[in-house]
């Protein structure tokens, strides 16, 4: 008697846990998601001003989209539009695609389809892509650079800029060529 009590219940027991527990719904596999992947907070049309320790504003950056991500402090950003003046009142202006803007850091990468614009003296660059060092107001880029004046068209390899004493440097590879 004991026995076939003991079969009964242990056969209740493998009925209640295969009915309850069951082959289940087909698990189907996905990436797992990572803390890179979940959007923390988005930006439209996004205004940033830096000042110098006087209050003197001396970049301004504007931002048409962007998210960050949760445990990732870097906004991601498109169309993107940074000003510095120089000591002189000249102005630099830079614009890109795409773009990601380090605050940890004080950094801000351009990114594709990057213009730079020396308002005042009509000079263009273009490059792929540039990092600004906000708190030191330089540029650099170790990609190839393309410098158009009205009369002459400059190419590179490399590119450092001081926003402050508006002193550009190409450093490698520097070739130019003018117009007829």
């Known amino acids: 008697m004991k026995l076939t ?8 027991i493998g009925i209640f846990f295969w009915i309850t527990l069951g082959r289940g719904d087909e698990v189907i596999p996905t990436a797992p998601l990572t803390s890179s992947s ?3 907070s988005y930006l439209e049309r996004a205004e940033r001003w830096s000042y110098d320790p006087t209050g003197l504003r001396i970049q301004y950056l504007t931002i048409a989209s962007g998210k960050t991500y949760i445990n990732d402090p870097t906004t991601y950003a498109q169309e ?3 000003l510095s003046p120089d000591d002189d009142g000249n102005h630099w202006q830079m614009t890109a695609t795409e773009g990601q803007l380090h605050p940890n850091i004080k950094e801000l990468f351009l990114l594709k389809g990057v213009e730079i614009n020396q308002l005042e003296r009509g000079a263009t660059m273009k490059t792929p892509h540039i990092r600004l060092l906000l708190n030191e107001n ?3 880029t170790d990609a190839k650079v393309q410098l158009f004046t009205a009369n002459s068209l400059t190419t590179a390899t490399g590119l450092n800029i001081n926003l402050t004493s508006s002193e550009a440097t190409l450093l490698h590879e520097v070739e130019t060529r003018y117009a007829k």
Do not use: E, G, N, R
């Open 38 to 40: 979940v959007p923390d």
């Open 80 to 82: 993107l539009t940074f």
């Open 5 to 12: 009590f003991s079969s009964l219940l242990l056969i209740a």
């Open 138 to 140: 330089l540029a650099t």
